[in-house]
Structures are given as structure tokens and as C-alpha cells.
């Protein structure tokens, strides 16, 4: 099934041209054009998205569940196109791209099964008590309820699972919220076609046509005026420190300040333990660049930092590392820009007073190959820009000289998305030490893993402190994440026939 874009919005149920157009710079295949947002579209959509959230707020979990099922059903009912249109755009391969429809697809699911068994509620009950003395206490119930329309921004990394009906869009439209999207310029085909799909589900359901847009990206003013709007009462992101912490600073500022859920990325540290490293350094080394090297490096969980005890079993790590890593070959990053920024971090590690080069690379236009570099634990102390992400292929192994001084690159760290250690038997005490200090940091902690698998699961957390997100209270991905979109309503002495339906 071939797909040639129509370069269109979606907002409430309409497809709308642009007066401007901007032109994809695909990884191969040929660009085409597409509709340049603007602060109207934005108006006209989150007018759309509240006047369906009288509706869609107050629907029942089966009515929405039955949605995020059939939204599935039409992103699998186009797989083929959904593959080709994102290979060509984003240059991902295409097992990459089938996985991650799965993905995206597994996770609408998820969301439909868990608003079904209604434990996300937090349905509470106080029983009046009004021979209680000295005062009577009233009936009081308590249930979870939905927040109203949420901007949901597109990730130039995940054009499916992060994007258009990606896990923020998932869990809000469980929740009962409408959801305005701005698609990411790096794949506005793709953006089109699962769009297209939430279209198709939401007029076979006959649902209100606000309850989800889509508005191209282009121009950096629909960004800020949709985080702006009034109707809009939360907003999704995934991206770079900079782009979030901008949009962040706009929420607080408005008139009624609302969350911002950004998931900003970070270094991802590992610690390599003694025994785990003398055991098992070279596979530990091995299993680290194929890691750092997935997907061009281009995730937020990409464990950018290796922290070992120096000695002739952490060369025999690094060395691995090194070995294991020069075999990789170009990889075709996701767009010019991301390669460019790659290029300056890079650059600046490189640059880094104390850093050692241990394996050079290229990147040339969008193709990257990797880069290693060594450092002590000394100067990374010394040196806080070295603890700042560099979206790509690049490591950076700390050659601490202590336990003590791993403790002390532990502690300096910022939040982070995750934090792993590599340890055997021998090296649960030190472990054991770390582990106060890790959980601090991140969101995630993992042993004798790699952290570029993000499970979609009720027990994951995909956020940290800042800057690896702006709510450390929040995860992006797993069941938690419809929490974002609710808050809690509580109900005192009223009749049943006024309460929500979920609360009767």
C-alpha cells in the first residue's frame, strides 16, 4: 500500500490547507509539502477541543476504550504505508518502524484494557457519620476525574510511539481529554497517516470531530500559542532541554499556570562494579556499544556514560568497548539538524580539557558513526558540561580512582531518566551504597541491563528529576501516565443521580 501525503491539518474533523507550506527532508525518497501552522488553526482546534470535552469528558469507559481499540485497529489496517512513509522520512529501518507500530498499537490497548478494570480511578468512600462526636462528618466520596483538552507535542525520535497517537496521546484520550497534537517536522507524512487513522475511528464511532486534531509543524509561533491557550489545560513533550524548558516557562507564565510534562532526556550513567567488571568487563563492554549504538544512539535512554574503577580490568572493558564499536559502521541519523547538534556536542566533549579521544568518527550531512572518549573522575567533577547529553553515539567512559570517588561522580550527577549498575556478588555492599544516591537521581534503576528498553508496563516510570523531566512526580510511559490527565474531584453529601457515573 503506497502513501503520497495531502500536506494537510486535521482539526475537528476537517482536513485544512495552509496559506504557507514547508517542504520534509526525507532520508530518502522524495519531499513533499506540507501546511504551515498558525496561531488560527491552534484557536480553531482547542475551541473544537472544548467544546468536546462536554462530551468525550463525561463518556463512559467502555465508549472509550472501544475508541483506543479501534484507533489500533486503523493504525494496523495501514501498516504497510505507516512503514514506507516512515522509512523514507526518518530513515529508520523498517523492522524499527514495525516494532514500533507495534508499539504504539500495544499501548492504545493497554490504556483500553486498564480504564476498563477502573483501579485508575482511586474511587474512595468515607460513610457519613452523623452521630459523631463533636461533629458529625458528612458522606464524602472521591474519584479521579478528567482534566480537559491537552496539547500533545510530537518527538522527532519515536514517530509513532512518542507522536501523533503515541503514549501521551493514549493515555489523555483514556483519561477523557481531547488532544491537540503539533506534529514534529521531521515526519509529517507519518504524523498524516495516523491521524488519518484516529479520523477514521473516531467518525465509525460517531464521537464529537474535537476530540483530536492534528496541526503541522513550520513554525514555531502554533508551539507557544498552543501551550498558551486557555482551553488547554495540560500539555505532552518529549525533546530537548532547550525547546522544553521554553515551553515550560510559557505555562507557568500564563494567566492560569498548568503542568508541563516534558521528558527532556539525559546521560543515563552506568556504574561498573569491581566484581562485575573483572568477571565480565569485555562482554559488559560489548553489550554497551551495541546499546549506545541503537538506533544511531538517538534515544533518551541511551546510556551515554560509563563509570568504572580504573585498573587493568576496566582497560579490558574500554578496550572491548572500543573493539566492538569501531565495527559499526554510518548510520543515518533522524534529521539535518539533530546530526548537527550531534556534531557540536561532540565537538565540545572533544574540546573538554582532560578528555582523552579513544576512537575517532565522522558525520557527515546526516550519517554518524561512533565516538568514545575517556576521562577521570577527577575532571568530571571538575567539569559539569561532561555530564551534559549528547543525542547520538557518543560514550564517555570516568575512570574513577576509588569507590569513594564513584560515590562522589554518583552524587554530582544531575536527574536522570535512568541509572544502571553492572554488578556480581561481591559487589552488593558498594552497590548497596549507591543505591540511596541513584534513586535520587533518577527515575529508573536497573541492574545488569541496558536502559534503551522502555517497557510499556504498569510498573514503569519514564521520567526523573529535572532536567530528565520537568515532574518528577510523572512518568511518559506505562499505565501511571493517565495520571497526568485527571485530577482528583471529591463529592460531599450529594444524591447518587448527581454523582459521576463511575462513582453511582
Known amino acids: 500500500m503506497s502513501f503520497t501525503p495531502h500536506g494537510k491539518h486535521l482539526i475537528a474533523g476537517e482536513w485544512v490547507a495552509g496559506d504557507a507550506t514547508f517542504q520534509s527532508a526525507p532520508a530518502s525518497g522524495s519531499a513533499h509539502a506540507f501546511a504551515v501552522g498558525t496561531v488560527e488553526n491552534v484557536n480553531a482546534a482547542c475551541e473544537a477541543a472544548e467544546d468536546a470535552f462536554w462530551s468525550y469528558g463525561y463518556s463512559g469507559r467502555e465508549e472509550r476504550a472501544k475508541f483506543l481499540n479501534t484507533i489500533a485497529d486503523e493504525i494496523e489496517a495501514r501498516a504497510e504505508a505507516i512503514t514506507q512513509i516512515g522509512t523514507e522520512e526518518t530513515g529508520l529501518p523498517e523492522a524499527r518502524l514495525n516494532g514500533e507500530r507495534g508499539r504504539t498499537t500495544g499501548q492504545l490497548r493497554l490504556f483500553a484494557e486498564h480504564i476498563l478494570k477502573g483501579d485508575y480511578l482511586d474511587r474512595r468512600h468515607d460513610k457519613a457519620l452523623p452521630d459523631r462526636q463533636p461533629l458529625p462528618r458528612p458522606d464524602l466520596k472521591m474519584v479521579q476525574r478528567p482534566i480537559g483538552p491537552v496539547a500533545v507535542f510530537g518527538a522527532s525520535n519515536f514517530p509513532l510511539a512518542f507522536s501523533t497517537a503515541g503514549g501521551d496521546t493514549a493515555a489523555a484520550l483514556a483519561a477523557g481529554c481531547p488532544v491537540v497534537v503539533k506534529g514534529h517536522s521531521a515526519h509529517p507524512g507519518t504524523g498524516e497517516i495516523v491521524a488519518e487513522a484516529i479520523h477514521a475511528a473516531r467518525e465509525k464511532l460517531g464521537l464529537h470531530p474535537g476530540v483530536f486534531s492534528l496541526i503541522q509543524g513550520g513554525n514555531r509561533e502554533v508551539g507557544s500559542a498552543l501551550v498558551q491557550h486557555p482551553n488547554i489545560k495540560a500539555v505532552g513533550f518529549t525533546g530537548s532541554l532547550g525547546g522544553g524548558r521554553a515551553l515550560f516557562n510559557l505555562c507557568a507564565a500564563r494567566p492560569e499556570p498548568i503542568p508541563f510534562f516534558g521528558e527532556l532526556g539525559s546521560v543515563n550513567p552506568m556504574f561498573i562494579l569491581p566484581e562485575a567488571v573483572k568477571a565480565r ?137 535512568t541509572c544502571t549498575l553492572h554488578l556480581d556478588q561481591g559487589d552488593a555492599e558498594l552497590g548497596k551504597s549507591l543505591m540511596p544516591i541513584l534513586e535520587r537521581k533518577a527515575g529508573r534503576v536497573l541492574a545488569n541491563g541496558f536502559p534503551t528498553g522502555v517497557e510499556v508496563a504498569d510498573s514503569m516510570v519514564h521520567g526523573g528529576p529535572y532536567p530528565a523531566s520537568t515532574n518528577f512526580g510523572a512518568t511518559s510511559v506505562g499505565t501511571l501516565s493517565i495520571r497526568r490527565f485527571l485530577r482528583p474531584v471529591c463529592y460531599q453529601a450529594l444524591p447518587d443521580a448527581l454523582l459521576p457515573t463511575d462513582l453511582q
Open 281 to 417: 568487563g569485555a562482554e559488559i563492554g560489548k553489550g554497551w556499544a551495541g546499546s549506545l549504538t541503537m538506533g544511531a544512539g538517538q534515544f533518551c535512554t541511551n546510556p551515554g556514560i560509563a563509570v568504572v574503577i580504573e585498573g587493568s580490568d576496566a582497560d579490558a572493558f574500554v578496550s572491548a568497548a572500543k573493539a566492538a564499536l569501531s565495527e559499526v559502521g554510518p548510520q543515518t541519523m533522524l534529521t539535518d539538524g539533530i546530526a548537527e547538534a550531534f556534531r557540536s556536542g561532540r565537538d565540545r566533549v572533544a574540546a573538554t580539557a582532560g578528555v582523552q579521544e579513544l576512537l575517532t568518527s565522522t558525520c557527515d550531512l546526516r550519517n554518524a558513526t561512533p565516538n568514545l572518549y575517556e576521562t577521570t573522575g577527577e575532571n568530571w567533577l571538575a567539569n559539569h558540561e561532561l555530564g551534559e547529553e549528547v543525542f547520538g553515539p557518543l560514550g564517555l567512559v570516568v575512570t574513577v580512582k576509588s569507590a569513594d570517588e564513584m560515590r562522589k561522580v554518583a552524587k554530582s550527577l544531575q536527574g536522570q531518566l
